[in-house]
């Protein structure tokens, strides 16, 4: 079966502080998508990066980045100097491709809730 | 510059009463999605389109109903709203690109309430 497992509930830390969100997935597929979304309070969800299954190598934009290690199938985010703009619930979600590729059903973790202090 | 487009962004709607929402998009998607978000729990998808082709999710109770009349708006419709469906409802789009589906773009979502 798919399944998101973000451990981390709620997170704290105070500006400027590195934070990393883990995320492991499980998965009967060969092919699939990974994403992180960002949820203000405002109620959208941002999209932040989208990795594909055969595609392991870490990214870095700006103080973000991310670790995709299929070995343990983690995918785990990274905030470097974290800001107080960065409070929100990150999401990590695996894609179920149908269609032949062509359709997108996300299947979400349950969210870490991250709060950054002034 | 909104892609993805939520009317209304509150909702309150009587128990019982049947009530829409609705989604556009200006991004032209083949792909539409719904997904109903509780307070404090992950997104979970519902049904989408691809194109006129409807998938329901085996698990989306019989009270949910949704309509795609052009590729550009998507209804969702509950026919007799319960305590228990009030969420944030959630419409994405995504397309089929060259390298494969697009990420999912989001709404901003309509929060409904049920009294």
């Known amino acids: 079966a798919q399944k998101v497992t973000q451990a981390q509930t709620e997170i704290s830390v105070v500006e400027k502080e590195d934070v990393t969100l883990d995320c492991v997935y499980e998965?009967?597929?060969?092919?699939?998508?990974l994403f992180w979304y960002k949820q203000p309070p405002s109620g959208e969800l941002v999209f932040l990066i989208r990795?594909?299954?055969?595609?392991?190598q870490n990214e870095i934009s700006g103080r973000y980045s991310w670790n995709f290690q299929k070995s343990t199938s983690s995918f785990n985010f990274t905030i470097t100097a974290s800001q107080v703009v960065d409070s929100a619930v990150y999401f990590c979600a695996l894609s179920e491709l149908n269609y032949g590729g062509a359709t997108n059903k996300l299947i979400f973790g349950t969210g870490t809730l991250l709060a950054v202090q002034p | 510059d909104a892609m993805v487009i939520q009317n209304p962004r509150y909702q309150v709607t009587q128990f019982g009463k049947p009530v829409t929402l609705s989604c556009s998009q200006t991004?032209?998607?083949?792909?539409m999605y719904w997904y109903q978000q509780k307070s404090s729990q992950a997104p979970k998808l519902l049904f989408h389109?691809?194109?006129?082709?409807?998938?329901n999710e085996a698990d989306t109770p019989d009270n949910f109903q949704s309509r795609r009349p052009n590729t550009s708006f998507c209804f969702l419709d509950i026919r007799s709203p319960g305590l228990g469906d009030a969420a944030m409802y959630l419409c994405?789009?995504?397309?089929?690109?060259?390298?494969?589906?697009?990420?999912?773009?989001f709404g901003q979502g309509t929060r409904l309430t049920v009294v």
């Open positions: 998965t009967r597929d060969t092919t699939y998508y």
């Open positions: 994405a789009t995504s397309r089929l690109a060259g390298t494969g589906t697009t990420e999912a773009f």
């Open positions: 990795r594909n299954s055969f595609d392991e």
């Open positions: 389109y691809y194109d006129k082709d409807f998938n």
């Open positions: 991004l032209n998607h083949n792909v």
